[in-house]
C-alpha cells in the first residue's frame, strides 16, 4: 500500500524512524519519504545513511502549524512518532512536554486535515494506559485527540489511528543501551529501581511492522496494542551482566512497577484479535457506526471479558533469561 505513496514521519530521525525507512525502502516502492524533525545534526547523520532519490530531509518542529502544512502537502500517510519521551525530564518540565505531546499533536491533526492527508498513525506508549506520570499523561490526550480526530473530518478522506506498545529494546535512552554502556564502562554493579518491577518488551522491528500493518487494518479511531512478551528487570540485568551484582536504587520520578496497555477500565471496548488488541472510540464518528470486530483486512475479533488487564504484571508471557538474551541480540543484530 505504500508504493507510489508519500510518507512523512515526524520525528523521523529517532530510533523508530530510521528503523521505519529503513524497512520501507527494502521492502515498498515509495514515492517520497519525509523526515520532518527538529534537530538539523540528527538530519545530516540520517541522510548519509538514507541517500536514496526518494528521501527528504524538513527541519521543522510539531509546535509549529504552518510548517506541518508545508511538510504534508501532496502527502498520503503520516508516522507522528515526535514526542519528548523521558519520563524524569517530563516531570521536571512539564509545560514543554505538554507543547510537543499535546499541541504539537493538534498540529499535526489540524496539518493533516487541510492537506487532505489519507491515514495518519500515531505512536502511543503503554505510560499512556492509566498514566501516573506527565509524559503518560501527555500521550493519552495524545491519544484522545487522535481517535477524535476522526470525528472533525466528516465527509472528508483522512483517517487516524494510535499504535501502543510497550519498551523498545535498544531505542535511545532505554534500558538496554544504558547497561550495554555501564557494561562496557567496567561497571560494579547494574542498578535497578525495584526488583518487582517488569515491563512489555518488543523489538523496533517488530514495532515497525506492526505499524504498517496496522495501516491496512484501520478503520479510524482504534487504539492497536500488540500481543507481545513482558520481563522481569532482575532478569534483564541477569542475561546482561550475570556476574555483576545489582544495586537497587528505588524507583524515579513518575515511574511505574508495572505497566498497562489495556486498562481494566476499558476492557468493554476491547477486542482481541489473534496477535493484538484493539481499544474501540469512546465516542461514535459522525460517519456512523463501525464494525471493529471486523478490520478492513477481514481479521476477525472477539470482545474481551468484562475486567479485562493487560499489563505486564500479570501478562501470560514472560521471556527468561536465555529469551531476553534472544532477543536483545535479534535487535541489536
Known amino acids: 500500500m505504500f508504493d507510489n505513496k508519500s510518507v512523512l514521519i515526524t520525528g523521523g530521525t529517532g530510533s523508530f524512524g530510521r528503523q521505519f525507512t529503513r524497512t520501507l525502502l527494502k521492502n515498498h516502492k515509495p514515492r517520497r519519504i519525509i523526515i520532518f524533525s527538529r534537530d538539523e545534526l540528527k538530519q545530516f547523520e540520517m541522510s548519509q545513511d538514507f541517500n536514496s532519490p526518494q528521501m527528504r530531509y524538513f527541519i521543522g518542529d510539531v509546535r509549529d502549524p504552518e510548517r506541518l502544512r508545508q511538510a504534508m502537502r501532496g502527502v498520503d500517510f503520516v508516522i507522528h512518532a515526535a514526542a519528548l519521551k523521558q519520563v524524569p525530564a517530563a516531570e521536571y518540565n512539564p509545560m514543554e512536554c505538554i507543547k510537543t505531546n499535546v499541541h504539537g499533536a493538534e498540529n499535526v491533526i489540524k496539518a493533516a486535515i487541510e492537506e487532505g492527508v489519507e491515514k495518519v498513525m500515531a505512536l502511543s506508549t503503554d505510560k499512556a494506559a492509566n498514566p501516573i506520570n506527565l509524559y503518560g499523561a501527555t500521550k493519552l490526550a495524545s491519544d484522545k485527540l487522535f481517535v477524535a480526530a476522526n470525528n472533525m ?92 551484582p545489582i544495586n537497587v536504587i528505588g524507583i524515579r520520578p513518575g515511574e511505574k512497577l508495572h505497566e498497562t496497555m489495556c486498562p481494566a477500565d476499558d476492557s468493554h471496548l476491547t477486542v482481541a484479535f489473534h496477535d493484538h488488541f484493539v481499544i474501540r472510540p469512546t465516542i461514535k464518528f459522525f460517519r456512523g457506526d463501525i464494525d471493529y470486530l471486523t478490520n478492513n483486512i477481514e481479521e476477525k475479533g472477539e470482545k474481551v471479558e468484562q475486567g479485562f488487564e493487560y499489563s505486564s504484571g500479570t501478562n501470560t508471557h514472560f521471556l527468561d533469561i536465555e529469551g531476553i538474551r534472544a532477543c536483545n541480540q535479534k535487535a541489536y543484530a
Open 153 to 244: 473530518v466528516g465527509h472528508e478522506r483522512t483517517r487516524f489511528a494510535v499504535v501502543r506498545y510497550g519498551n523498545v529494546v535498544g531505542s535511545r535512552g532505554s534500558v538496554v543501551p544504558f547497561f550495554r554502556k555501564l557494561i562496557a564502562d567496567g561497571a560494579e554493579a547494574l542498578p535497578v529501581t525495584d526488583t518487582r518491577m517488569t515491563r512489555f518488551w518488543i523489538t523496533l522491528q517488530e514495532g515497525v511492522d506492526f505499524v504498517i500493518r496496522n495501516f491496512a487494518r484501520m478503520h479510524g479511531g482504534e487504539i492497536f496494542v500488540p500481543k507481545i512478551p513482558s520481563i522481569r528487570i532482575t532478569d534483564l540485568a541477569a542475561a546482561m551482566a550475570p556476574h555483576l
